[in-house]
């Protein structure tokens, strides 16, 4: 356990205006070490009020991811949690911290408790501005102003002006209407209110009017009329037969022949006439004439000219893709030319969304909403259980703290034949066991980070049109690291279903399938699912794109002895059983033999020749290794993500810019038995001896131990490390 002290300063200090809201208070500390050191790094730490300096309940709590450097952090209280209402009416309140330090895996709650400043209880000062006031009276400058019924108090200077009145017990204000005559009105005379009367008996008078209209102004109301005729500076009157028969337009004569259903005014180069539609040919159009926004009917054909219409006669813009017809077609068909006219196609592939972004968050928001970038804008939205705006890999990122992301069904995320989903992933290293999903899509695919006990994988699951539907593919000791940023990403191409870390793969499997099943607008979820399944951690750019090239990487093939399944990433080709020739025949390279056993006939002949014997454990044991009865020895041929591999006896880890595949003790043959074996490395630290031990049949390994003279007593085993290059 870690043992912390931690010394903060706390500055309760509303961090916003009044009228604002949420309200947040500054707090900074240093958190150190009992031996002094200053911690480093992110830590989780919650944040509670108590009405006590001892136990109770907490009137409010939040948790918030911190950065500490040198010690130092500096946070605002009510970031993640808004405090409740009255939370600072109370007499006293005291602050508790408890604090999970960088590589710690539980919370430490810090004593004592620290008590709350009066600073703090400014923030009830908030209804004082743009809110309500509560008070039993009202004084300005020492004098009483509103007393405590509400009520204005004659100490407060109020005097009437002229024509005003003050009652000065009730405070009530009236206006003398002393000798006022019906319909009259106050008016100003420049010292007093006195009662007066309108000009022209309340009418109107000044009025002016411009032609047609005429204002005929009298002594107590205008006259206003509006001129009808047919000259101009005239009106015409509803009843006007002109409306009916119009003679020109335009100044051009208008044909009095009556035109027949579906025909068009045209110009005849004399008048306006009525013309069949499919007659009259449009030769060219000019860019900024015609009809806008509108809708042309017609029963008979718009003849329009060969090289008619060009970029010339068309504004930028005027031609959209919702006005292209898509009669005929189906989902993200394409138009193609087929030698004679353009019809709907599917593209080679199938029918599927252009191979490029279908989704991509790069959390840079604050609120509660990850915007779509990728164009399809199809946003996030979440509800707690994450911040937002926390460290990111570019820029801010999310930090999932139970909670989790989606977007509804109904979405634009189109169907895809492949999928490639990918991640900048930072997990918690608090202890945790289970499945967290990074992302998945409903009925298609899912991409989770495997926690558990020394467990930090990736696996990656697709549903396919194929039966059975299901493909996963998984690491296998990739120790994904909990200090820093991982790069993660899965792959299905339709062939093969793939995971990479940092861009290169460490699973692959065979998945020839189809295309991924019909998941068009079927919900997206980031950092877990309503079912569960919640990745803690920071997550920054996630990008999925309807395109899987999966990246080749050079694989080194190697048999780890002693464990059944290979470590660090290597991927597991096949779990055997070391066997080795029997002692009394010639020797041999040790074997790595399936666990179902060899393929061949039954009942060999009786000149047995050299025959393969269990491997088994015998002789001392090194250190950290205790085994009895001589148990079998098991064996994996592992495949890692590496470009070449070699074995370093005389190594417990290897040499600078290499990766250790796994380390452990050198093994042999027993000396009196025949020479000509290599010695094998053996994983002691995940040696699997469950296959138990058989009856002295030979074929024993023993440990090596160094009889050289630079040894120094007691004997020594030799050490040794597969090494690989990164």
Request: aromatic share 8%.
């Amino acid at each position: 356990m870690l043992n912390r002290i931690v010394a903060a300063v706390l500055s309760l200090v509303p961090m916003v205006t009044l009228a604002q809201a949420p309200e947040l208070l500054g707090y900074q500390g240093r958190l150190v070490k009992m031996d002094g050191t200053p911690e480093a790094g992110n830590a989780q730490m919650r944040f509670s009020f108590f009405g006590a300096e001892t136990g109770g309940s907490s009137v409010w709590e939040e948790t918030q991811a911190v950065a500490i450097t040198q010690g130092y952090y500096s946070t605002y209280l009510g970031r993640m949690t808004s405090f409740p209402a009255g939370v600072f009416d109370t007499a006293t309140l005291w602050l508790e911290i408890a604090v999970q330090a960088p590589g710690d895996t539980q919370f430490r709650t810090m004593t004592p408790r620290q008590r709350v400043g009066s600073v703090a209880y400014a923030l009830n000062a908030k209804s004082v501005k743009g809110g309500p006031v509560d008070a039993t009276s009202v004084s300005v400058n020492g004098t009483q102003v509103i007393d405590s019924n509400g009520r204005l108090t004659a100490s407060a200077g109020y005097s009437a002006g002229a024509g005003i009145s003050i009652d000065g017990t009730t405070r009530a204000i009236s206006i003398n209407s002393s000798g006022c005559n019906s319909g009259q009105v106050l008016q100003w005379n420049g010292s007093a209110w006195q009662c007066a009367t309108v000009s022209g008996g309340g009418g109107l008078s000044g009025v002016t009017g411009t032609a047609p209209i005429s204002v005929m102004n009298g002594t107590t109301a205008p006259v206003v009329s509006v001129n009808v005729g047919t000259t101009a500076g005239t009106v015409a009157a509803g009843n006007d037969s002109r409306f009916g028969n119009a003679t020109s337009l335009g100044g051009v004569a208008v044909a009095t022949t009556a035109p027949t259903n579906g025909q068009v005014l045209q110009y005849n180069g004399t008048a306006w006439a009525p013309a069949d539609a499919g007659t009259a040919g449009i030769s060219s159009l000019t860019a900024g004439t015609g009809l806008t926004g509108g809708t042309i009917t017609t029963t008979g054909t718009i003849g329009i000219a060969d090289g008619g219409v060009g970029t010339a006669q068309l504004a930028s813009g005027a031609v959209t893709f919702d006005k292209l017809a898509a009669t005929g077609c189906s989902a993200n068909q394409v138009l193609r030319f087929n030698g004679t006219t353009w019809a709907c196609a599917t593209p080679a592939g199938g029918n599927t969304a252009a191979p490029s972004l279908i989704a991509n968050f790069e959390f840079e928001e604050t609120g509660m909403t990850f915007n779509d970038t990728s164009g399809l804008g199809n946003n996030a939205t979440f509800a707690s259980g994450l911040t937002a705006g926390a460290i990111g890999h570019t820029g801010t990122g999310a930090n999932f703290s139970g909670g989790f992301a989606s977007v509804a069904a109904g979405n634009s995320i189109p169907d895809t034949v492949q999928v490639l989903v990918e991640a900048w992933i930072w997990p918690q290293s608090v202890a945790m066991s289970g499945n967290g999903v990074v992302a998945s899509k409903s009925g298609a695919w899912s991409l989770r980070y495997q926690t558990g006990s020394s467990v930090s994988d990736l696996d990656f699951t697709v549903t396919t049109r194929g039966t059975p539907a299901n493909c996963t593919v998984a690491t296998t000791g990739a120790a994904i690291p909990t200090t820093g940023w991982t790069h993660v990403s899965g792959f299905y191409d339709g062939l093969t279903v793939a995971v990479a870390i940092n861009g290169v793969v460490f699973a692959r499997a065979d998945c020839a399938k189809g295309s991924v099943a019909a998941n068009a607008g079927t919900s997206l979820n980031i950092g877990g699912t309503a079912a569960g399944e919640r990745y803690l951690g920071f997550l920054d750019s996630l990008r999925i794109r309807s395109f899987a090239q999966i990246p080749t990487t050079n694989r080194f093939v190697y048999t780890q002895w002693g464990p059944s399944s290979c470590t660090n990433g290597a991927t597991t080709l096949m779990q055997g059983i070391a066997t080795k020739n029997y002692y009394t025949h010639s020797d041999s390279a040790p074997t790595c033999l399936p666990r179902t056993g060899p393929s061949g006939p039954n009942n060999p002949t009786a000149a047995y020749g050299n025959l393969l014997y269990d491997m088994q454990l015998a002789g001392s044991s090194p250190p950290g290794l205790s085994y009895t009865g001589n148990p079998k020895v098991r064996c994996a041929l592992c495949a890692a993500p590496r470009p070449h591999c070699v074995e370093m006896p005389g190594l417990a880890a290897c040499p600078a810019g290499f990766v250790t595949q796994y380390s452990g003790y050198l093994y042999a043959s027993y000396y009196t038995g025949h020479g000509g074996s290599p010695p094998i490395c053996l994983d002691t630290a995940n040696i699997d001896v469950s296959a138990g031990t058989v009856p002295d049949q030979g074929g024993y390994i023993y440990p090596v131990i160094n009889h050289g003279t630079l040894t120094a007593s007691p004997t020594q085993f030799v050490r040794c490390a597969l090494c690989c290059l990164p």
